[in-house]
């Protein structure tokens, strides 16, 4: 049950977030502490909750920082760094806490002297803020990531943003959990889909360092959060059905370009089932091999096409899928550098680590050529 509304909004903050000045981040600072944070979580993933939360109190400045999960009526305290450290394993009910409060908005909230409506919250260091967002499994909230001020600390729009990138990676921690709890061989599957996940993360990451030193542009920071954005996009599939269909992914990443199947992308194949570990990797390819069809390639002119076709074929009755991407009416094929970046290095080494693939990369007269051969589950050749 949620709290009372009329004592709640009395202490919610929202419009002191909005009126202060947001403190400009290092993005190289914040990269290389997610980068830690991956190593930790795939050297030691019992700790990897202690991991976040040390993380987000470290990119926030809190003087304590926790998760809190929902179990039954009452939030429990799973991991906790800081001043409040010795309060591990502990909890709220859901009413009197503001956790409750959050879980039934879904939304990140500040909370200004939280102790006055909630009076468990009276332990020492007595806190001054508390910005809380939502932890979400299977599209619900399920608990909360947060950070509290105990001094003139004052929390901002920036901490947010961080607070609701750390919140993905406690969403993939909890349903790694979850399944190993559920079933030993569901939890090795669900493990290694994490694993791959923290390695793009990782690889996207490293790919913006490498490009950037330290001192990221508007643009190779635009870039980086458009990589993600594909990969987690595929990952998810917004598509209607647990296993994504080829062409609906692909058309998915030519709409967030602005382009449609059909006008100067021309997609030709059968109905191919993608599982959701190979649509994160595809979705994140077909970003590059546009990113950079648009930037350089074909579609930086007005007459240039591209035509992407794949078939399925078998090989020892298992069925493996041959998709090809040509470019034709690019005008700087001649000009381009072979200088290996993250989508060329995605392209020839990350798809056929993680897909089983082999790949062929060529820039030539009358424009890119990109071919993919890999396993897939499930295919249909269309009726005649």
């Known amino acids: 049950m949620e709290p009372d509304q009329a004592l709640v909004d009395e202490l919610l903050a929202a419009n002191i977030l909005a009126d202060r000045v947001a403190i400009a981040r290092d993005p190289m600072r914040e990269s290389m502490a997610l980068d830690r944070l991956i190593g ?31 179990e039954g ?41 939280p ?29 909360t990531l947060w950070v509290l001020s105990h001094d003139r600390h004052r929390f901002d729009t920036e901490d947010v943003r961080i607070l609701e990138r750390l919140a993905l990676f406690a969403t993939a921690i909890e349903q790694m959990s979850r399944s190993r709890a559920e079933n030993a061989e569901a939890s ?13 993360i990782r690889s996207v990451s490293r790919g913006i360092s490498k490009g950037a030193g330290y001192s990221a542009s508007s643009e190779e920071l635009a870039r980086f959060g458009a990589r993600i954005s594909a990969f987690a996009d595929a990952v998810s599939h917004n598509l209607p059905d647990i296993s994504g269909d080829l062409w609906l992914l692909i058309a998915s990443t030519l709409s967030r370009h602005g382009e449609r199947p059909g006008d100067r992308v021309i997609l030709e194949g059968p109905e191919v089932a993608i599982s959701a570990e190979q649509a994160g990797m595809l979705g994140l390819a077909f970003h590059e091999l546009l990113d950079n069809a648009f930037r350089f390639g074909a579609l930086s002119t007005a007459a240039g096409k591209v035509n992407v076709r794949w078939r399925v074929e078998r090989d020892d009755n298992e069925p493996w899928l041959h998709l090809t991407w040509d470019e034709r009416g690019s005008g700087h ?36 050529h990109f071919a993919l051969r890999m396993p897939v589950a499930t295919a249909r050749t269309p009726e005649a």
Request: aromatic fraction near 6%; include cysteine; charged fraction near 20%.
């Open 40 to 70: 930790r979580i795939n050297s030691t993933p019992e700790k990897a909750l202690q991991a976040l939360v040390e993380t987000a109190a470290e990119l926030t400045g809190a003087g304590s920082a926790g998760v809190s999960l929902l």
């Open 188 to 200: 090795a599957s669900a493990g290694a889909r994490i694993r791959e996940t923290i390695a793009m």
């Open 115 to 143: 102790r006055i409506r909630f009076p468990q919250m009276q332990s020492e260091p007595l806190v001054q803020e508390a910005l809380l967002v939502p932890v979400r499994f299977l599209d619900r909230p399920i608990g």
């Open 73 to 113: 009526g009452r939030f429990v305290w799973r991991a906790i760094a800081g001043a409040w450290a010795r309060h591990i394993g502990e909890g709220m009910p859901f009413d009197a806490s503001p956790c409750g409060v959050v879980v039934a908005r879904d939304a990140s909230l500040l909370f200004s002297d």
């Open 333 to 368: 094929v001649a000009t381009v550098k072979r200088q290996p970046g993250f989508g060329f290095e995605l392209l020839t080494i990350g798809l056929p680590e993680a897909l089983e693939a082999n790949t062929t990369f060529d820039l030539r007269p009358p424009g890119l």
